[in-house]
């Protein structure tokens, strides 16, 4: 005995053999036919077809990512940048603030002047130090010629 059954958009035939005859059997049983080429056809064409349609969402797909990395990489680069900027100007902050707090003592004022300008306040007279000549404790011999001219040339 056979059933006509539509599986998956494909007919087949489902065969059932009676059990009846077999001890303990107690009516028909349903076997299992083995698929058909078509079938088996349909089946590794819809794999391709998945197949196909996934790598073509994969190619279609790595420009996109490819180009976010980029931009992931370049901003980074600049991200580094900028922070190294922020560094440097925080260091250059504290600094004008440190030059803004002496400059505004009077002390401070005074000194500034008196290392850009040379200006003295009335009353301070200059005074010159003046290092200890050394004395020469070895002779030198005095020779004459070329060679003595050439070398203090290059003295």
């Known amino acids: 005995m056979f059933f006509l059954d539509e599986h998956m958009g494909c007919l087949s035939f ?7 005859s077999i001890p303990g059997g107690d009516g028909y049983e349903y076997c299992p036919m083995k698929r058909t080429k078509r079938h088996k056809k349909k089946h590794s064409l819809k794999r391709y077809g998945i197949t196909l349609g996934l790598i073509v969402l994969i190619v279609f797909l790595v420009g996109p ?3 976010v990395y980029q931009k992931e990489r370049a901003v980074r680069a600049e991200k580094s940048e900028a922070v190294g900027e922020l560094e440097a100007l925080l260091a250059r902050k504290a ?9 505004s003592s009077k002390r401070g004022i005074e000194e500034e002047v008196r290392t850009k300008f040379p200006v003295a306040q009335p009353g301070e007279e200059v005074i010159v ?26 003295r």
């Open 14 to 20: 489902q065969f059932y053999y009676n059990t009846s």
């Open 65 to 67: 990512v490819w180009s």
């Open 95 to 103: 600094f004008l603030e440190a030059e803004v707090a002496r400059l």
């Open 129 to 154: 130090v003046v290092d200890e000549e050394e004395t020469a404790t070895s002779s030198v011999n005095v020779s004459s010629g070329l060679w003595r001219k050439a070398r203090n040339l290059f």
